[in-house]
């Protein structure tokens, strides 16, 4: 193994190897989508009995709605989190006096939140299908560019958060569980863009989410794949992307210069 | 042939100066000891020989690499140890050091591990997690991590800080038996003045962040006419004795 790939890998051998040796960590890793899919799933089932069909197709697109915004947050939080298990264990300083450089930092945390997104998100998917019926993968091979586009904004979303934790210090931390939840009403999560006030809708629509929701509801609604919202969600994460980065690699520095490195737990 | 070299380093933040106009150099091979009381810019110095802090101005080499353009290749041949920073307790000691012999791409990691686990007595807890460990276990396994990669340069920021006089002998006579073996050069950061007699071939004086004086400890002890280090240490903070003023280069 290369030296760029190794040191890649015992970021992520620390990580691995701490949820090998801790079941609460992992299984909180999968409670919250639970615990979302079960409050949703029975509301839509509990509509749908009432109202008919008509409220069935929502329910559908409720569902749709709660487990690909999962994508988003638990990529969000396993980048974000996996950083901050470095603050907490005090362990940063030793991690950034190694050669490990920042992106291969980064890519480490990268492919942490892949593999924690795939631990939560993926019982809440068979859930609703053993449970509900309702089987996301009928999207067909769509659905992995919605995953791909949730993910990346959960990992751009998650940059911003550690650059603040890196000028601000551990009290930025929360954001990392709640910044994503302030998005979501503007994500078009559970409704079209078009419900939204006008003057939030370009706000709405600078969110690659949207895009992606929006599409996901053409999919279920018409079986069409609309390739303009998937090349809006793309086009946006890029600039998203590169704005967290800059972003990142200004604080990065400016906590250099600073000298937070060795006191941002405090 | 010259480990370190550090030409007119100074931060400052704001108005205040930690580091003012600080220059020296720290042979292959030495063991250099950094004296100062609280707030004289130790921490500081370390943490610019690092990477961690970007200097205000000056050049730091560290085996011949500059750490303002090239400090990646740098650290790869150094290591650092403090007592300040932790390594994740949920981890045991062995996967600790499996994760510090990736990022520093050791060849042959288990067998390093063994080697480590001789030469500091590890093996008993290598299978242990790290926070469930006593102080002085703490201390040998994070100096196994910062030998993990055969450092070149060793840097030291009070390694027996908060250590019994028994554990921190043994942390003391670990580092000479190393020194010995493998020739690395140390620089060392302490406020144990018996530790730097014991452990140092010469030592650099601060205060205020500047340097005042520097020497081998023989040569500092005559100069100030005393008789250990610690005399010598209370002369130069309280800037009295025969050889403050004499002894003062700025």
Known sequence: MRGCARRIWGM?????????????????????PTLQMCIWGFTASFLASRTGSPMALAGGLLLGGVLLWEVALRSQMGFAVSFLEEIWSRNLGHIFVSPLRPPELVAALIIMSMIRMAIGVLPAILLAWALYAFNLFSLGPVLILFFINLMIMG????????????????????????????????????????????VIQPLALALP????????RAMVQTGQIMWGHLAWAFGLNLVWLAAAAWLFAAQFHAARVRGALLSIGE | MQAIQVAHLTKSYGTTLAVDDLSFTVSVGATVGLLGGNGAGKTTTIAMLLGLLVPTSGQIHMLGHDMARDRFR?????????PYLALPSRLTVAEN??????LYDVKHT????????????????LNRPAGQLSAGQKTRVALAKALINHPEVLLLDEPTASLDPDTGDEMRTLLERYRAQHRTTILLASHNMAEVERLCSDVLMLKKGRLVDQGSPEELLARYGRDDLEQVFLDIARARGAGADAGVRA
């Open chain 2, 97 to 102: 050091l499996r994760v510090y012999a990736n």
């Open chain 1, 209 to 216: 989410s949207s895009h992606v929701f929006e599409g996901m």
């Open chain 2, 74 to 82: 740098a650290l790869a041949r150094m290591n650092f140890s403090s």
């Open chain 1, 155 to 198: 990992w751009w979303v998650a940059l911003g958060v550690v650059s603040l934790i890196l000028r601000h210090g551990a009290g930025a931390e929360t954001l990392a569980w709640s910044v994503l939840f302030g998005v979501t009403p503007f994500s078009a999560v559970y409704y079209p863009v078009s419900v939204l006030p006008r």
């Open chain 1, 12 to 32: 992520m051998y620390r990580h691995l190897a701490l949820y090998r040796g801790s079941w609460p960590r992992l299984l909180e890793l999968a409670y919250w």
């Open chain 2, 110 to 125: 288990e067998r390093r591990i063994e080697e480590l686990a001789q030469e500091l007595n590890l093996a008993e807890f």
